[in-house]
């Protein structure tokens, strides 16, 4: 026959029955405002390059619509260039033929027209 224990002095110990979890993270509102943050964050660096890359772009066109009349100087001295040396070819070539003007049109038009075709 067994005997029935009895609660001794004090009692027994206490029947542990709580879920003993670990911490899970940040609450849902900590999460949505440090996403709002990160994207504010975020929109205003977008913001800032834009404004910087609409500077450069600025600044880029600029530059060169105060280089449009250097390149255009230029492209004339090399026509001008390429002009003398045809001119001086073609002299050389023609010197035989009495009545020839090396570089004179051949249309009569004394009106200076730049070439279409520039064969370098």
């Keep these: 026959m067994t005997l029935q224990r009895y609660a001794s002095r004090g009692g027994f110990e206490a029947i542990k029955y709580k879920r003993n979890l670990p911490f899970r993270g940040p609450g849902a509102y900590v999460i949505l405002g440090g996403v709002t943050g990160i994207c504010a964050y975020g929109f205003y660096r977008l913001g800032k390059g834009n404004l910087e890359r609409r500077e450069l772009q600025r600044e880029k066109m600029w530059s060169r619509i105060h280089l ?7 492209g004339d001295r090399d026509a001008y260039r390429r002009q003398e040396a045809m001119n001086a070819r073609e002299r050389e070539i023609m010197k035989d033929v009495p009545g020839w003007e ?3 049109s051949v249309y009569n038009n004394p009106k200076y027209h730049t070439p279409d075709i520039v064969i370098a």
């Design 68 to 74: 449009i009349p250097l390149l255009m100087a230029e």
């Design 102 to 104: 090396a570089g004179k």
